[in-house]
């Protein structure tokens, strides 16, 4: 081996000489734009939704003409917005969903909160839903499946959408950390029966907290607005018909504040998105034919936001040992799964699930008279999810990185991954 390949982590010289920083996506490109945007809103002091013209509904108009789609609404967070459509699927008490094993425990929890069971299935090399093992576990109860799109690439959509439609089932895209991804031509939350987003601090564009529910079904659509605004009929005066009656639900009405910095970050979103696929891109043209990892599967590279490159380590041991070496090299990658850390992400952390606890000792929506399913969970039910976590290096690509720190980032996986071979 050449002087130059002795690894930092063997008294080497480190690959990276700059340090890799930090960084989001939206939030790093907040400025005068989204804070004058706010600060009209207030001094115009028209601060709800339902005025004519409100930000909230310039917004959806916006959203809903990037998007291809003929309704969305804007609401108080990510998890409000998936709530939202399982609510217009008529989703509740006696259904199941079956979610991924890897995905924030935000996705499983909205189908608890419409009274309906999470079911868990594996996920695979996409670090998406596993399609086999969704139709594993389709039950008589099962309602819907709850693709997400996780760190901002696509699932394996097309396997899932034809999933359901062979079992007549709804699919509802989490699409809260893949906001401006695409899935073979189209936005992702567009393919099946509707989507979410999330505008979180974390998130693609971001107003701090606010979230985006999505599709083109008016069914659906009317229902979701009913679960988001307790008192929806009042305030739409003009309406007299509806096709489904009225029902109160929830409050989780978006702001005109934060109506109107959302409009500016949208604008924002395909800066965030060039940037970041650009240096994805440049990165894998870096990257050597890997030896001691597989890269993570792409279902459509096309539409990924570029935000996350996963390798696949062959074993849990490599894994841990690139990861140390990775270090050692100035780049901080960890593996997804350890034991060192409860990440809500992964579904054997997921606890008030997996111990079935309800807002009140009745234990529901699992005791719910009308359910009549028995799903079993436990830390160790998706074994292939935890293994493919455990072997998972992730770098995450952001708007604080340039070309010089990919340049870099690669170098350093290049050596680690010749070294280890
Ligand atoms: C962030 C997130 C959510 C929830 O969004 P909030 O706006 O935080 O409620 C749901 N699903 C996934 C995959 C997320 O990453």
Redesign the pocket.
């Known amino acids: 081996m050449l002087a130059s390949g002795k690894l930092a982590i063997d008294g080497g010289q480190p690959a990276i000489t700059q340090p890799i920083p930090g960084g989001g996506y939206g939030v790093e490109l907040i400025d005068d734009q989204e804070i004058n945007a706010v600060a009209d809103v207030l001094r115009s002091k028209k601060l709800f939704r339902f005025m004519e013209n409100s930000q909230c509904q310039q917004l959806e108009q916006e959203i809903c003409n990037r998007l291809g789609v003929k309704h969305s609404v804007f609401l108080n967070?990510?998890?409000?917005a998936?709530t939202c459509g399982l609510a217009g699927m008529q989703i509740g008490p006696g259904h199941e969903v079956i979610v991924p094993a890897y995905?924030?425990i935000?996705?499983a929890a909205a189908v608890v909160g419409v009274g309906a069971v999470p079911v868990i299935a594996e996920i695979d090399d996409s670090l998406g839903l596993d399609p086999a093992d969704v139709e594993r576990k389709i039950t008589p109860h099962t309602r819907a499946i709850m693709p997400?799109h996780?760190q901002g690439v696509p699932c394996r959509l097309d396997a899932i959408i034809a999933i359901a439609k062979k079992h007549k089932l709804f699919v509802i895209e989490?699409c809260?950390?893949a906001v401006g991804s695409s899935y073979r031509g189209k936005p992702t939350g567009t393919r099946g029966n509707c989507g979410a987003w999330?505008l979180?601090y974390?998130?693609s564009i971001t107003t701090s907290?606010g979230?985006v529910f999505f599709t083109d079904d008016p069914d659906i659509f009317e229902r979701a607005l009913f679960q988001s605004e307790v008192g929806l009929p009042m305030w739409l005066k003009d309406r007299t018909t509806w096709k489904t009656p009225p029902f109160s639900r929830a409050g989780y009405r978006g702001n005109e504040i934060l109506a109107a910095m959302a409009r500016v970050q949208l604008q924002k979103l395909n800066c965030v998105l060039d940037h970041c696929r650009s240096l994805k891109k440049l990165l894998l043209k870096l990257l050597n034919e890997p030896k001691c990892y597989v890269r993570q599967h792409v279902d459509d590279p096309d539409g990924d936001n570029g935000f996350s490159f996963a390798m696949l380590a062959l074993t849990p041991d490599l894994a841990r040992r690139m990861g140390q070496a990775m270090q050692a090299e100035g780049l901080g990658v960890g593996t997804a799964y350890n034991d060192g850390f409860p990440d809500r992400h992964i579904y054997a952390f997921w606890d008030s699930i997996l111990n079935k606890t309800g807002a009140t000792p009745a234990g529901y929506p699992w005791k719910d008279p009308a359910y009549k399913g028995n799903v079993v969970y436990s830390k160790d039910m998706c074994p292939r999810t935890l293994d493919i976590l455990s072997r998972a290096l992730r770098v995450g690509i952001h708007m604080k990185l340039n070309e010089t720190h990919v340049r870099q980032i690669a170098a350093a996986i290049n050596k680690v991954d010749a070294a280890l071979a």
Do not use: I
């Open positions: 967070s990510g998890t409000s998936l995905t924030y935000a996705s997400v996780m989490d809260c950390q999330s979180n974390y998130k907290e979230g």
